[in-house]
């Protein structure tokens, strides 16, 4: 069963160059250290300035793996972490394909 995950990002006023700019990076180091695809986009209508990074994984059991490897690194400090103040909320949702 194929995995969708997704990160939704909403930054605060003004900072959204500096959201944009930190979602690249996020998409960038999550390519280069796990091979992963990472789809972004921003929402047209809705929240300013929303944006969401999307992947895609063959089953849950890939998900969870990786996600343990992407804490660790981001504990490790590895992985690009935001400056506070840059969002206003991020929420992450798992869906499955049917």
């Known amino acids: 069963m194929s995995v969708v ?11 959204l160059g500096d959201a944009a700019n930190f979602m690249k990076q996020r998409a ?3 390519r280069s250290s796990y091979g992963l695809e990472i789809g972004l986009n921003a929402r047209f209508g ?3 300035g929303q944006m969401s990074m999307v992947s895609f994984h063959d089953n849950l059991a890939e998900l969870e793996d990786l996600r343990r ?3 660790a690194d981001v504990g490790s400090g590895n992985m690009p972490t935001p ?3 840059i969002f206003a909320n991020t929420h992450d ?4 394909k049917l």
């Open 46 to 48: 809705g929240p300013a």
């Open 93 to 96: 949702a798992i869906w499955l």
């Open 83 to 85: 400056d506070a103040g």
């Open 28 to 30: 960038e180091a999550l």
């Open 5 to 15: 995950f997704t990160r939704v990002g909403t930054p605060l006023p003004g900072r």
């Open 69 to 71: 490897k992407i804490i």
